[in-house]
DNA sequence: ACCTGACATGTACATCTGTACATCATCGGG
DNA sequence: CCCGATGATGTACAGATGTACATGTCAGGT
């Protein structure tokens, strides 16, 4: 955003910390589950004291709350940037196709990271709201290139593919999953 | 439980006791989550010392594995009751629908759980096995009625219902599921 | 009647956790 | 040139946790 102007005086060090504490929250969360997210694991992932994290995010939910926002923020820009580069003539079962393969294929991690994240917010009434705001937002995006009842049910076929594809070893076809979207697609499709 | 009845004399030990704590740890988790089944939460739950949670299950992963089992066990007999009751002639997308609301309904207890020990296996080895077999049967089952690839593409579409059902507090509209389970099975349809 | 062995439990301990807080370092202003 | 303020850190501590293990307790064989 900014540099470090006279007027904003920016931090005594290293703005970027903070982010990159969330950051490496997630890593670890990837690499070992919710359940060995700690002050200390973090810390050690990112290269921190473990004065930092507690400096940066009081709380653990603090720092949970964060990495949540993080991810789907992260989440929400990659698929704006799906959606501009979908050319309207384009098939969009096929370009949903590409997405569901992106996510359990480069992304796999990533994924992986979310739904644990998604997950863990059942019980963390802090963390239900973004991820509410997540899946309302995908249901949206699906929806303008349908309609809204159509844009529910892509959404959702969309998260079991995913759900399915990241406890499986293997990914599923791409021909059937190209065929499922096609199928909900079809009928409801407008403009 | 103290007085030893003559017929029923069960040994000393009660083979049910077993099983209790394994559905004592699945309480645990549907009402404070995965991060919190402790051996000492289990026993707790299940009304038992804190020596009996360690004798039968000597490693804190072997509890949590049996009330995997347990639970994918219960489900896969529900499945199975509700294919029996299933009348050849009667709709399928209706009782698909019906076996959605069922989860998000009177077992929305249940399909957290489920879930949670889904993606607590993400992380476990050892649970993976559990949990695959688990979508194996659910696709299969589905597949019996249409072809193996509408089936693989319905129990996606049911997790997908599912897992945001859980999430937000609202459950779907049956409209909306109904027509889009009816959308995946048209085409396939074999018997 | 006694003994044996498996069932069952209470307790102890090393480890890990979240968090508070006293301390240090550095920068901007006087 | 010095000084306070605030960013940043190291450390300490109370509590919780997994697990081992010594100890009870009782059914059945002899």
Redesign the pocket.
């Known amino acids: 955003m900014s540099t470090t102007q006279p007027e904003a005086?920016a931090?005594?060090?290293?703005?970027d910390?903070r982010e990159r504490i969330a950051r490496a929250a997630i890593d670890v969360v990837a690499d070992r589950g919710v359940e060995?997210?700690?002050?200390?694991?973090v810390a050690a992932a990112a290269g921190?004291?473990?004065?930092?994290?507690?400096?940066?995010f009081?709380?653990?939910?603090d720092l949970l709350a964060s990495a949540l926002r993080q991810a789907a923020d992260d989440d929400v820009e990659h698929l704006r940037e799906w959606a501009d580069e979908l050319e309207s003539g384009r098939d969009f079962a096929g370009a949903l196709t590409d997405l569901v393969l992106y996510y359990l294929g480069p992304a796999r991690d990533k994924t992986t990271v979310e739904h644990q994240l998604y997950i863990a917010a059942l019980h963390r009434p802090a963390l239900r709201e973004v991820s509410q705001e997540w899946d309302t937002a995908l249901a949206e995006l699906f929806g303008t290139y349908t309609d809204s009842e159509t844009g529910r049910a892509l959404s959702a076929l969309f998260c079991g593919w995913l759900l399915q594809g990241i406890v499986r070893g293997s990914v599923p076809s791409r021909d059937e999953i190209e065929m499922s979207f096609r199928r909900l697609v079809q009928p409801g499709t407008k403009t």
């Open positions: 005086p931090r005594r060090k290293d703005p910390r060995k997210l700690t002050h200390r694991s921190v004291p473990l004065g930092s994290t507690t400096y940066y009081s709380t653990l939910d």
